[in-house]
Nanobody
Framework: QVQLVESGGGLVQPGGSLRLSCAAS????????MAWYRQAPSKQRELVAR???????NYADSVKGRFTISRDNAKNTVALQMNSLEPEDTAIYYC?????????WGQGTQVTVSS
């Protein structure tokens, strides 16, 4: 079955950096669009960044210029490089794989930005 496993979350000070990674298995990875979402306490889950099967990317306005999404089709992974982190970036970050009407989610990884 399809599995998405995130790693790389943690506690970081404002202005710091973190790199999230998601390893996918059980699917023909290169065909799938991959994305990172996040959900802060008492807020709805929101799209952070997305990379399509052909490598096109889009970002939430709040992270443009600070976050970078990338994928490695040879390793079936997607990464999210997060720089200049702000307290408002604190959330659980979820990896997502989407192809047509199919959607799969990882279990999430906590990112906390605090001094």
């Amino acid at each position: 079955q399809v599995q998405l496993v995130e790693s790389g979350g943690g506690l970081v000070q404002p202005g710091g950096s973190l790199r999230l990674s998601c390893a996918a298995s059980g699917l023909t990875y290169s065909l799938w669009h991959m994305a990172w979402y996040r959900q802060a306490p008492s807020k709805q889950r929101e799209l952070v960044a997305r990379i399509t099967s052909d490598g096109s990317t889009n970002y939430a306005d709040s992270v443009k210029g600070r976050f970078t999404i990338s994928r490695d089709n040879a390793k079936n992974t997607v990464a999210l490089q997060m720089n200049s982190l702000e307290p408002e970036d604190t959330a659980i970050y979820y990896c997502n794989a989407q192809l047509r009407i199919l959607n799969y989610w990882g279990q999430g990884t906590q990112v906390t930005v605090s001094s």
